[in-house]
């Protein structure tokens, strides 16, 4: 295909996102706001909105638009998967040769966990590892994944690393999960004299976290093949330990395993801060991220929240525990927003 059919198709796209975001979605909250008042008590449960909303055909339509939007997104005729193989050899072209390279450590004999080869997340065929274009294809699909944010995007990893940092700057600190580095590059651009580990599972992602990272001439960085939860670090070796969108894509057991990680490594008064999708303030947000977790692949989204967190901190020896709703830019209502968002949430703890 040619570049102007594909960025027409993907921009109609967007905008069509930007429809069920902004349209749609107030549409449905309104309807649902109506049909509670009319049998006069609002839903308690996931279930009571299931059974005044599930069967409406306001509800299915913004549930078809938000599942083929996606796939259109992905693998339709202008999809970027197809795009981007087209000019596979093309953009490989476009990585430096990072033979020798400090900034990234790869693992030829690496083994992925099993969760993570069997579901296509995000209706992204092959997922974020499979194939060579893969970190193409997700940094392209990142940039409409918060539709409304649009420009902004980078200001919600920058307000993450101002909360991550807000008690010190860190002589060494860990991002898990760094995929292709948007998470960690305001950390390394930011803090020129903080040495910045970042880890993730997918190569194709790396390659590219650290070809960007070569682009801006950082030297305080190196991006490395590793799972979150079983990293080679020495214990008590990072005064802060971050993640951004990593938690909800691991099942439970997983997940636990991560903050065991995070204890060992941490120093004592170390911090760990991830940013993720917990906190659902009613029934209705339940509903709609409920729904979000099936129509987009995500299985484990749906364990996080049901998942007491908190308690499993607790159990772990960490203090000063903190779950709190995440404003991810300027003028977003955490509490009661007129537009679909995620449920973004800061999950972070002191090891004593």
């Not at 693992?107 to 969760?115: A, T």
């Not at 940092?165 to 651009?189: H, N």
Request: charged share 25%; net charge negative.
């Amino acid at each position: 295909m040619d570049d102007r059919s594909f960025v027409a198709a993907q921009d109609v796209i967007l905008d069509m996102k930007k429809h069920w975001t902004t349209r749609l979605y107030p549409a449905l909250k309104a309807e649902y706001a109506e049909r509670a008042a009319a049998v006069g008590e609002s839903p308690q449960t996931r279930q009571q909105v299931t059974e005044l909303l599930g069967s409406t055909t306001s509800y299915r339509y913004f549930a078809w638009m938000e599942r083929h939007l996606q796939r259109m997104k992905y693998s339709g005729r202008y999809g970027l998967v197809p795009y981007h193989h087209e000019r596979a050899a093309d953009l490989r072209n476009t990585l430096p040769d990072m033979s020798g390279e400090s900034r990234l450590e790869l693992d030829p004999d690496f083994k992925n966990p099993v969760y993570y080869e069997t579901v296509d997340v995000h209706q992204h065929p092959g997922g974020v590892w499979s194939e060579p274009t893969a970190g193409f294809v997700y940094e392209r699909g990142a940039r409409s994944t918060t539709p409304m944010l649009g420009a902004r995007h980078r200001d919600l990893h920058g307000r993450l690393t101002d909360r991550a940092i807000r008690d010190g700057i860190p002589d060494r600190m860990l991002d898990m999960g760094c995929g292709f580095g948007k998470s960690t590059r305001p950390f390394y651009e930011e803090l020129r004299d903080t040495q910045v580990e970042a880890v993730d599972l997918a190569a194709p992602c790396l390659e590219l976290a650290a070809a960007d990272a070569a682009a801006t001439q950082a030297e305080n960085v190196r991006f490395r093949q590793m799972n979150a939860y079983e990293t080679d670090y020495d214990p008590e070796s990072f005064d802060v330990v971050t993640s951004t969108m990593l938690l909800h894509e691991m099942p439970p057991e997983e997940i636990g395993r991560t903050f065991d990680e995070c204890a060992r490594v941490l120093k004592p008064g170390g911090r760990m801060v991830h940013l993720d999708f917990y906190i659902l303030p009613d029934a209705f947000a339940e509903f709609i991220h409920y729904g979000h977790s099936q129509r987009n692949n995500e299985p484990f989204m749906v364990p996080l929240v049901e998942m007491d967190v908190k308690a499993e901190l607790e159990t772990r020896g960490f203090t000063n525990i903190s779950i709190e709703p995440f404003q991810e830019a300027d003028g977003v209502d955490v509490e009661n927003s007129p537009f679909w968002r995620f449920p973004w949430t800061i999950i972070a703890a002191d090891r004593p």
